[in-house]
């Protein structure tokens, strides 16, 4: 167990809906990373958040978004969702803003019908 | 454009044998690199890790060497159990990057 939490586990949506994922960093923790990962493209950076603070983006689309509250946990909002859309989404923390040790939640598997 | 490779897809090792898993990067801005043990329905388990400054880093079975000359690093796991059966990702970082650069993952099996 990393001390990673993620909700929920399972998501089955329909095209166009918007859905939120959540998750708990580990205690200490002030960095939050989202990563998702699809059958054909492996793990990719979504977006990183720091003591609230947005830090870093990477292939994130303009549907998505995410925040990250004062109690240091994050939410990924994706909307008008698309059947690429179907991936699994890790969390990831660390304690620094720069890692280097980031320590993954269990996930959560997005499926859009 | 992908920044960490795994060239093999699969690793079939025999219990009590080596596994050599292999990593090459391109950018010369990482100097921190890591490798992940991954089960089916879990997240990335953390492994072991090693920064630049060293070429070799060692935790009990798992040893990690880097090749700065040639941006290759590979980790050895000495000797293979069945329960190391995973998919192990490389992943690299750089000192102002926040973010890991994954490679696609090498599906290692260890048989009896």
């Known amino acids: 167990d990393s001390g990673v939490t993620q909700t929920p586990k399972h998501l089955i949506t329909a095209t166009g809906q918007r859905v939120t994922l959540r998750c708990s960093p580990r205690?200490?923790?002030?960095?939050v990373y989202w990563y998702q990962q699809s059958l054909d493209q492996g793990l990719q950076f979504l977006i990183q958040?720091?003591?609230?603070?947005?830090?870093a983006k990477g292939n994130i689309l303009e549907r998505f978004s995410a925040q990250q509250f004062p109690d240091l946990h994050s939410e990924l909002n994706l909307s008008s969702l698309e059947l690429g859309d179907s991936a699994l989404y890790f969390c990831?923390?660390?304690?620094?803003?720069?890692?280097?040790?980031?320590?993954f939640g269990p996930g959560t598997r997005l499926t859009v019908t | 454009d992908q920044q960490v490779k795994q060239n093999s897809p699969s690793l079939s090792v025999q219990e009590g044998r080596i596994s050599i898993l292999n990593c090459d990067y391109t950018?010369?801005?990482?100097?921190?690199f890591l490798w992940y043990k991954k089960y089916p329905a879990e997240g990335p388990t953390f492994l072991i890790s090693?920064?630049?400054?060293?070429d070799k880093n060692e935790d009990g079975r798992f040893t990690v060497f880097l090749n700065k000359s040639a941006k290759h690093l590979s980790l050895h796991i000495v000797p293979s159990q069945p329960g190391d059966s995973a998919v192990y990702f490389c992943?690299?970082?750089?000192?102002?990057?926040?973010?890991?650069?994954f490679g696609r993952g090498t599906q290692l099996t260890v048989w009896p």
């Open positions: 090693i920064s630049s400054i060293k």
């Open positions: 990831a923390s660390s304690v620094e803003v720069v890692g280097p040790e980031q320590y």
């Open positions: 205690s200490g923790d002030l960095s």
């Open positions: 950018n010369s801005m990482f100097d921190y």
């Open positions: 958040y720091y003591n609230g603070e947005e830090r």
């Open positions: 992943a690299a970082s750089g000192s102002t990057l926040g973010r890991l650069y």
